[in-house]
Every structure is written in C-alpha cells, then in structure tokens.
C-alpha cells in the first residue's frame, strides 16, 4: 500500500467510542466469502466480529446494515483539487477579494485573514466530502498539501535536476515523478541527454530515495521498468485523466507481473466513482491483450483498496457499506466491479466515525455538502447564475 498523508483538515469529532454495526455481509477478499456478521467498534478499532445477532449486549449506538456488503474503503492515492474544480467548471480566482464576514461558514484546519484562503481550504473540505461519498477515506491531496511533483525533465537543465535532488534530500521528502505520460517526452528527453529518461534520473540522484513514486508512466519500456523496480519504485496510475487526455493506458500487466506497489487515484475529477475506475482499467487490458483473464476483477480491487486485505478485529475501523441486491454473478469480486458505482455507497466509516450515511455528510459539525459547493461557486469565475 502507498503512504497516504494524513486529511490536511480535521473534519470529525467522536460521539460514541462503542458502537455496533449490525447484520453485516462481511466480504473475505482472500476466499471471496461472505458472512452475516455483527461489528463492533470500539473508539477506532474494531473489536470484536460475531455471527450476526450473538452480540445480546444492549448498546447506545446501533447502525443497522440491513444485510449490505461491508468491505475495506477505497484509497484516493492522488487528487489535485484545484484542477479537478477547474474541469468541473469552477476555476478559481485567486485574487478575488470578498469579505469572509457575509457568508456563514466555518473553517476547519486553522484560521485565516485572507478571503482566498478560506475560499480554497474549504474546496479542500469539499474535495474531501466528495471522497467521503465515493468510499475514500485516505486521499493525498496534491494541491493541498503544496508537494512539488517533478515532471517536463526535458525543460530541466542538468544545474535544475541537481538542485531537485538536494533539495529533496534536504526535505527528507520522496519525490514524486508525473513523466514517461507519451512517447514526445521520452523522445526529447533522449535527444538531449543522449539516454533514456529513466537512466537520466538515476545518474542525477533521483531515484535513490525511499518510496519515489510515478503517476502514469504510460510509455516505459521493459528496462526502464527494471531499473525502477531495483529503486523500489511504485506507481499511481489515474484512469480518469489517461482517458481524458487520451494517452495509453499504463501496461498494468507488467506492473503487476514485476511486483511492483501499483495505487489508483483520481487525478483532477470532480466525480469520483472508483468502480468506474475498475471498469476502465479491466476493459483496457482485456483490450490490449485480447485475454479476459489477463487482468482480474480482484486485481482490480486489489488497487483500489491500496492492496488486498480483508477487516479484522484489533484493526482500523475504517470501511464501506455498498447496497446488496440480486446479481447476475456468484463471485462477489465480479459483482462489485461490474455491478456497482459510487451511488450505492450507502455508508462510509472512517476511523470508528460515520463520515456519510445514504448519500449525505452526517459529520458533527460538518458543513453541508451543497453548502460547500455554493460556496466554491461564489468564490470562482464561473458566472454565479450559470446551473
């Protein structure tokens, strides 16, 4: 599983350190079985797992499931927020000037003097709820968090390349890599140094840092791959903008026959929908390798949920609710890649909390969904009577 940063903005507050999940479809991602079970949660563990309707004890906060699939939450390994609101529509005007005073709202994360700041902590927020409602409850968010992605190395003179290095040794921060996107890059890259652009990072240092991590890397060859298997590199792959920009798709197969550490992320969508993403990722490898096995269903999941894993007691208790109906498949992976989509996240727990439950941020305290987003209309260009 990719590190993911810690949410830049803390959203929830605990009301009830116990609480019992009742008749549960507990999903097993290493047999494919499913089991009818009680949760309980005790603060941001889950304590305890019993056959469904065992746990006679009586207990101040009971959530029904209603016999819904209860799997490990999705992971949003890479979000740009402030791109994702410009395609949808709401480009950001920093030098806006409007006073904070006439609206109602509060900030979480910290407090600030400048309208622009409020204005962009809170698409944060709204960026964050918009996870939330599509069962991601660990997200990096670029933007937010000002990291510095490395990219166009064919605009970088070799002084830049060393001043990114020591820059990043000094930080003790892994650099992040969005190159290798089309052939064009890897070209020009090649006629200037006269090497691959894979080999160009590792003679300047950097690749010789824990966890260095590529978005996209679309068009590396086979020994491009070695050399950043022997760096124990790992990639973000982001179906949304590949197909939006309508690059390759990466070669997933590869990856995943070279053990590399593979994410997913939402790159700058708005409308976040990771079994779309799934979606996206199987037809494309079945596509391109003319195999329907080739490329699994539970390897899908697997990337989705930042790597197989199934809840168990003493673990975080972190997970999702998806609506159970009839299926036209008896292999549950297959039934929630190709059955489903984020409408039927009927309830997401982060940590012990319900975030949402039915389609709506239930968070004590927390801003309204609709709120936020009339707020990002009011500080955007975008006309303020456009639908």
């Known amino acids: 599983m990719l590190n993911s940063y810690d949410n830049i903005i803390q959203l929830k507050k605990r009301q009830n350190d116990v ?22 949660v005790y603060k941001d563990k889950i304590s305890k797992i019993t056959p ?10 009971v959530e029904n499931i209603n016999e819904g699939f209860v799997i490990p939450p999705f992971v949003n390994h890479y979000c740009d927020s402030l791109k994702a609101f410009n395609s949808y529509g709401l480009e950001i005007d920093k030098d806006v000037s409007i006073d904070v005073n ?3 709202f509060k900030v979480y994360g910290g407090n600030s003097d400048k309208s ?23 997200t990096t968010d670029f933007s937010a968090l000002n990291n510095s992605i490395i990219e166009k190395i064919e605009d970088k003179t070799e002084k830049d390349l060393d001043d990114l290095c020591n820059l990043y040794h000094k ?17 020009s890259v090649d006629k200037i140094y006269k090497k691959p652009l894979v080999q160009v990072l590792e003679d300047f240092g950097l690749l010789d840092f824990d966890s260095s991590v590529f978005i996209g890397g679309n068009c590396f060859e086979k020994d491009d791959l070695e050399l950043l298997r022997q760096h124990d590199c790992k990639f973000i792959i982001t179906p949304y903008d590949d197909g939006r920009d309508g690059r390759r ?17 939402s790159g700058h969508s708005f409308e976040i929908d990771f079994f779309e993403y799934m979606r996206l990722m199987i037809s494309q490898m079945r596509s391109v390798f003319e195999d329907k096995d080739c490329f699994t269903e539970k390897n899908a999941l697997k990337i989705a949920l930042g790597g197989e894993k199934s809840l168990k007691e003493g673990e975080e208790a972190s997970f999702i609710v998806i609506k159970n109906e009839d299926s036209l498949y008896d292999d549950i992976f297959k039934t929630l890649v190709w059955e489903k989509s984020n409408k039927d996240i009927t309830l997401t727990v982060d940590c012990g909390e319900i975030v949402q439950k039915n389609r709506k ?11 936020l987003k009339l707020i990002a209309k009011l500080f955007s260009r975008r006309n303020k009577n456009d639908n």
């Open 19 to 40: 609480k019992l999940f009742r008749n549960a479809s507990l999903v097993d991602f290493e047999t494919g079985e499913i089991n009818l079970v009680d949760i309980l």
């Open 52 to 61: 469904a309707g065992e746990d006679k004890n009586v207990y101040e906060f």
């Open 102 to 104: 006439d609206f109602k």
């Open 116 to 138: 622009e700041d409020i204005a962009i902590l809170n698409l944060f927020c709204l960026m964050q709820f918009t996870n939330y409602l599509a069962g991601a409850v660990h």
């Open 171 to 187: 930080s003790k921060l892994s650099p992040v890599f969005r190159v290798g996107l089309d052939l064009n890059e890897l070209g």
């Open 249 to 265: 798709p990466v070669n997933l197969i590869r990856l995943k026959n070279m053990d590399f550490c593979v994410g997913l992320g």
């Open 361 to 371: 941020i239930v968070m004590q305290d927390a801003l309204n969904y609709d709120t």
